[in-house]
């Protein structure tokens, strides 16, 4: 199931408070202070259309939310959601996580990150761009707090059978555990629209959760 064609936005919406581009944290010498507080953030892989950012940030008001999109529609799209939302605790980076991950974000700083439904990256000259190669896994280890948690949705069943090896072999994330499916109380009541849709087709979702060694902070 291939992304669909977004609406266009309002040109007149101010996305200056929840949209950021590469430039404008590259300079930042690996400071992440994104937000006027200190709270414990999470940060969120492929954000898409921006369903999960904009849900938790609202359920989780104590937490603060980073989205890291590549598409730079689907990144203004999603700021966009949070914009109309006033949404104070989640902004969307319009950037590659991998180097994301790799440059910018320092060491026990989240304590959650979410990928759901990454690319597959079918053909198998490609696989090597999935997001989950061993190099992002140990980035995240170091990126997560003591306890922190490794969230990973996949409907891709291969994808999520050669993971969760892969993630083992780095030795720096515990599990994985299992997440039980969570009946939808109404029509948004999913972790991304992929989720959604994915479901209401009766299809599988294969998902797994891995924490960092320690107690939280």
């Known amino acids: 199931m291939g992304r669909r064609a977004l609406p266009k936005l309002d040109p007149a919406l101010d996305l200056s408070a929840h949209f950021l581009e590469w430039s ?6 690996g400071s992440c202070a994104l937000f006027a507080r200190r709270a414990p953030l999470e940060i969120e892989i492929g954000s898409g259309k921006g369903l999960f950012l904009s849900s938790a940030s609202r359920l989780r008001p104590d937490h603060d939310f980073l989205g890291i999109e590549l598409a730079y529609k689907y990144a203004r799209f999603a700021a966009a959601r949070l914009a109309k939302q ?3 605790n989640a902004k969307v980076l319009c950037a590659d996580a991998l180097r994301a991950f790799a440059e910018w974000l320092p060491g026990d700083l989240a304590v959650a990150v979410h990928v759901y439904f990454p690319d597959p990256w079918w053909k198998k000259r490609h696989k090597k761009r999935r997001v989950m190669n061993s190099q992002f896994v140990a980035d995240v280890g170091r990126v997560l707090r003591r306890g922190g948690t490794l969230h990973f949705w996949t409907d891709v069943q291969e994808y999520f059978e050669t993971t969760l090896p892969l993630i083992a072999a780095t030795a720096v994330l515990e599990g994985p555990f299992p997440v039980a499916e969570q009946l939808a109380e109404h029509d948004l009541d999913y972790r991304t ?10 299809l599988p979702v294969y998902r797994a959760e891995f924490r960092k060694p320690g107690n939280p902070e």
Do not use: A, I, N, Y
């Not at 629209?193 to 009766?202: D, V």
């Open 24 to 29: 404008d944290v590259d300079s930042s010498g």
């Open 86 to 88: 006033g949404s104070t």
């Open 193 to 202: 629209h992929f989720e959604r849709r994915m479901r209401l087709h009766q």
